[in-house]
């Protein structure tokens, strides 16, 4: 009896030891912050034109239009990331980005506002949304959560439209590739 | 078992080669294994990190969204490479995205690791392959690849070293059974020609040279050894036979001689050369009575006149020290205790190198001859003493005779008539030459006589005291007379000047028309003096130059040449008593040369001394 009380407090003590990693990797993510590291891969597999930026040191800019359900496990995602070359930084907006202000936009929700002031901006901007509607309104790239793992689609000739090229890995690990 | 240096040459051959072939196969292939393992292992190690590297790369994506079905169609494409058994994708946080296994295995997967590595276990190759997005790492890919494969191929390369190894084995073998045949039959070659020399001692055998190397050497030496000693067998055999032929001449030669010497009449002895005498005759055993053991070496001194003994040691020590042949007369005791005159001779026998090998010797019994000697001298010596005495005492009645024919013809001149002049002429001419005669005859007795010392004498002071006697002859025939300085000499003075006298009046009165030319030299020779009386006179036909020495030889009539033809038996008996000699040269009508010699040392020539009267004879 004593010997399995010793070998607990001794499996107890390796445990302790360890803690930073098993409790991050025992602590399941929220749904978010899954999109929000969902979001910066997406960086890493496509590939902007150069005139897409404002100039050519200009940062990799995510904007969250609208209502923000990210907070800040965004901007710590974000935080030091460097995706050829740019640093990638998360930003908030709440009217109609200007032109190469950014190149991802994050929408929640879907309106005809939104929609319009995007076709306005013209190429070289990638659009996030949630739900399989949002690529029918042209968006490029919509979240879902299946069976409690977060998915996504891809609207390819919305992407192409806007002289995006997406990185065919990219394509092989999306739910469902729209043409 | 034997030990190997026991076993034959052949064997040891073949065992050699085949140790070698084995050892140096052996050694090659494990060298090819081990290479081949340590290349195989490389490539391995390319292969397995390239391979890990690609399918990280493949699922970077796939780890980057959590995707599993990706993940797992990525690692599917393993089933390319049947020895992974299983390959695993974690996430950053630990949890595995994907596993694969292959077909029909349940293989776990290995566990995480945090960098990049490839570990060789007992049982495999653990690669670990870290999944790196825009350079951050999103994952691990673990992959465990089976070592089947190298098992595998070792027991390929086992089964082929080992069928090398022994068909290398074999093909030695056979190769070496061929070759070693080579060097196995020259070696044969050899014992089995040294086996048969000693076996037969036939030096005439000869080892067949098989080929040009070492061993084809070591024939050639063994044949020339064995030719060699062949040849000095022979030459062995030679000298054998030769030495017994030798011994067997020198056995006959022994036997000639011993039959020659017991045949012959004198008495025969040999001696070493250091002078013991080892053998003597039958004669010496029979003359003497004593046996060979009692008179061998110098047992015949025994035997030796005690007067004699003395000189004849002397003598025979001499001839031993010097060589010189000994002649030596010695009185030897015959049986019956009476002594007998014997004339000794021994010869030293010379080898090929001059070295005296030994002495022979010989003594003859000369004691008859020698009685007869001494009865000869002693009548001799009487006759002398006869005609001495008988000339001496015939002087006086002599001189009577001549001088009363002259008182005759002085005092009865005018009482004779003419007739008996002329008879009293006749008378005192014939008195008068009986008394010149009777003068000679004394002189020539007198010239045998030896005295007892000769003091050495003056030759020019004689030869000048003999001129002085005959001045009133030279200055008659008016003669020129010339002569070399002269010796001394062992003579006695009146000896001298008797020969003196005789020649060089000889040399006056036997002259030509022409004035006489005399000369006297004197030269040396061996042992002595040679002298020489030359004159220019009628000279001697050689028909008499022996002649004209004898007592009473004339060869003239008297009315031409005066004298009584004993003048040159005068100078004839004082050269020989003195041990000289003397001759004439000469050619009729061209003069004459007269020699003489006069020894250096007179030889003693024992003679009883001719009465003391005749010394008194002479001066009366």
């Known amino acids: 009896m004593e010997q399995v009380i010793r070998a607990r407090r001794f499996l107890a003590a390796i445990l302790l030891l360890c803690a930073p990693l098993s409790t991050r990797a025992a602590e399941q993510p929220s749904e978010y912050q899954v999109k929000a590291v969902f979001l910066l891969n997406f960086v890493k597999f496509i590939e902007w034109p150069a005139s897409a930026f404002a100039r050519a040191d200009s940062p990799v800019t995510i904007c969250i239009w609208g209502k923000d359900p990210f907070g800040e496990t965004l901007d710590r995602t974000m935080a030091g990331e460097v995706v050829n070359g740019r640093r990638v930084v998360a930003t908030r907006i709440t009217r109609a980005p200007s032109p190469r202000s950014c190149q991802v936009l994050f929408l929640e929700t879907w309106e005809k506002e939104a929609a319009k002031a995007v076709s306005g901006l013209g190429p070289g901007v990638l659009t996030v949304g949630e739900g399989r509607d949002f690529l029918r309104n042209s968006g490029m790239i919509a979240f879902s959560v299946e069976d409690r793992r977060v998915r996504f689609d891809i609207n390819r000739t919305a992407a192409e439209r806007a002289s995006l090229k997406l990185s065919s890995k990219l394509l092989s690990v999306a739910r469902n590739v729209e043409q | 078992m034997r030990p190997f240096r026991d076993i034959p040459i052949r064997q040891k051959l073949m065992l050699i080669v085949m140790v070698t072939t084995g050892a140096a196969m052996l050694f090659a292939a494990t060298g090819v294994v081990a290479l081949d393992s340590f290349l195989f292992r490389n490539s391995l190690r390319r292969d397995l990190s390239s391979l890990a590297q690609i399918i990280a790369d493949n699922s970077t994506a796939a780890a980057a969204f959590s995707d599993e079905r990706s993940a797992a169609e990525t690692l599917n494409a393993l089933r390319a490479r049947p020895h992974v058994a299983s390959a695993c994708i974690y996430l950053v946080d630990g949890t595995m995205l994907a596993g694969y296994s292959r077909a029909g295995e349940t293989d776990t997967c290995p566990a995480a690791r945090g960098s990049n590595e490839l570990r060789f276990g007992s049982s495999g190759v653990t690669v670990s392959q870290a999944i790196v997005l825009s350079g951050r790492r999103v994952g691990t890919l673990m992959l465990f690849y089976d070592l089947g494969e190298i098992t595998e191929r070792i027991e390929v390369f086992g089964a082929i070293v080992l069928g090398v190894l022994l068909m290398s084995s074999v093909i030695a073998f056979l190769l070496s059974s061929r070759l070693r045949s080579i060097i196995a039959t020259s070696i044969s070659q050899l014992v089995s020609a040294s086996r048969s020399v000693s076996e037969t001692n036939d030096y005439s055998i000869r080892a067949r040279k098989v080929s040009n190397d070492e061993l084809g050497v070591l024939a050639d030496r063994f044949n020339e050894m064995l030719a060699g000693i062949q040849s000095r067998d022979d030459t062995l055999r030679a000298a054998l036979r030769d030495r017994e032929e030798a011994l067997h001449d020198a056995e006959t030669a022994r036997e000639r001689f011993r039959f020659m010497a017991e045949s012959m009449p004198q008495k025969i002895f040999t001696a070493t050369p250091r002078g013991d005498v080892d053998y003597f005759n039958q004669q010496w055993t029979e003359f003497t009575g004593l046996a060979f053991k009692a008179i061998q070496n110098w047992g015949w001194t025994q035997f ?48 090929e190198q001059g070295a005296i090998s030994m002495w022979i010797g010989s003594d003859t019994d000369i004691h008859e001859q020698k009685e007869k000697e001494q009865e000869l001298r002693l009548a001799n010596e009487d006759l002398q003493q006869f005609a001495y005495s008988a000339s001496h005492d015939l002087q006086e009645p002599v001189r009577n005779v001549t001088i009363y024919s002259e008182v005759i013809s002085r005092r009865y001149q005018r009482v004779l008539d003419a007739e008996g002049l002329q008879f009293l002429g006749f008378l005192t001419e014939g008195g008068r030459r009986l008394a010149t005669l009777i003068n000679d005859l004394l002189a020539y007795t007198r010239a045998g006589v030896l005295e007892s010392e000769t003091a050495p004498v003056n030759s020019s002071l004689v030869l000048e005291m003999t001129l ?9 025939s008016g003669a020129s007379l010339t002569y070399d300085s002269l010796p001394e000499i062992a003579m006695s003075e009146a000896h001298l000047q008797q020969v003196f006298q005789n020649l060089i009046g000889n040399a006056l009165k036997y002259r030509r028309e022409e004035r006489p030319q005399i000369h006297i030299s004197a030269v040396r020779e061996d042992g002595g003096w040679r002298f020489s009386v030359r004159d220019n006179g009628i000279g001697i036909n050689p028909l008499y130059k022996e002649k004209i020495f004898g007592v009473f030889k004339r060869l003239h009539r008297n009315d031409k040449y005066s004298g009584t033809g004993i003048g040159l038996a005068i100078c004839q008996r004082v050269v020989e008593r003195y041990g000289g000699r003397i001759w004439v040269e000469s050619e009729p009508r061209r003069g004459a040369t007269f020699y003489f010699t006069v020894p250096e040392t007179t030889p003693r020539i024992p003679s009883r001394p001719v009465d003391s009267a005749a010394g008194g004879g002479q001066s009366s």
């Open chain 2, 304 to 351: 030796v006149h005690p007067g004699d003994l003395k000189a004849n040691l002397d003598q025979w020590r001499h001839s031993l020290e010097t060589g010189e042949p000994l002649l030596f007369q010695r009185r030897l005791c015959r049986a019956d205790g009476e002594y007998r005159w014997h004339l000794s001779r021994v010869h030293p026998m010379r080898d």
């Open chain 2, 468 to 476: 002085s006697s005959l001045a009133e002859a030279i200055r008659e």
